[in-house]
């Protein structure tokens, strides 16, 4: 299902374009793909949370990369990375009611995870094949930070996206293309 989910998905430009053979090659020739035991990398899963009126967009400040981040996590060999996107941000949020957008593909991407220590233990640098799931949230519902993940949690204009996260890599090539693709998802919907 992930590699037919892939190879069917529309890249939005030449760098998911370039990502997407990188992923269907990574997943034929590797088994693991989706198990943190692959040293090389692994299959994650993020969402993209706006609010009901699209002009805002939850992020965590997440502990490892020390900057404002989207909501994501390991498959761990769940090979349904929407489920997998819903449950991490409930697990990271608190959040309850999750409106799935769409159960396409929202976006993908090949992520570099700098080389870091969790639980006590290193774990080396390695590649994150990341799909990207569009969800909707109410940002009126409580938020509850998950203390071994996320300093805090915060819901941005999307001015402000570009601005609060400090890598500046995601920043130039995610974050930009996530509020573009938002605003013609959005463009798309009131069309219908």
């Known amino acids: 299902m992930i590699l037919e989910d892939i190879e069917n998905f529309v890249p939005f ?3 998911e374009e ?3 053979k990188v992923l269907i090659r990574f997943i034929r020739d590797n088994p693991d793909y989706l ?15 706006v609010n009901e009126d699209f002009s805002k967009v939850l992020m965590c400040y997440h502990r490892i990369y020390d900057s404002w981040s989207w909501c994501g996590g390991h498959a761990d060999g769940d090979g349904n990375l929407l489920e997998v996107a819903v449950r991490e ?3 990271e949020t608190g959040l309850s009611d999750i409106k799935v957008l769409s159960d396409k593909i929202f976006s993908i991407e090949c992520l570099h995870v700098m080389g870091h220590y969790k ?6 640098s390695h590649l994150h094949f990341n799909l990207t799931y569009l969800v909707q949230a109410d940002e009126k519902e409580k938020l509850v930070i998950k203390p071994d993940e996320n300093k805090d949690l915060a ?3 999307l ?3 570009l601005t609060k996260p400090s890598e500046t890599w995601m920043v130039e090539h995610i974050y930009k293309k996530e509020l573009e693709k938002t605003r013609l998802f959005l463009e798309k919907s009131e069309m219908l």
């Open 13 to 15: 430009n030449k760098e």
């Open 18 to 20: 370039t990502d997407k």
């Open 35 to 49: 198990l943190r035991t692959n040293p090389i990398g692994h299959f994650s899963s993020s969402a993209w949370i």
């Open 89 to 91: 941000v409930k697990e």
């Open 119 to 124: 639980n006590g233990r290193y774990v080396s």
């Open 155 to 157: 819901w941005f204009t």
């Open 159 to 161: 001015n402000q996206v």
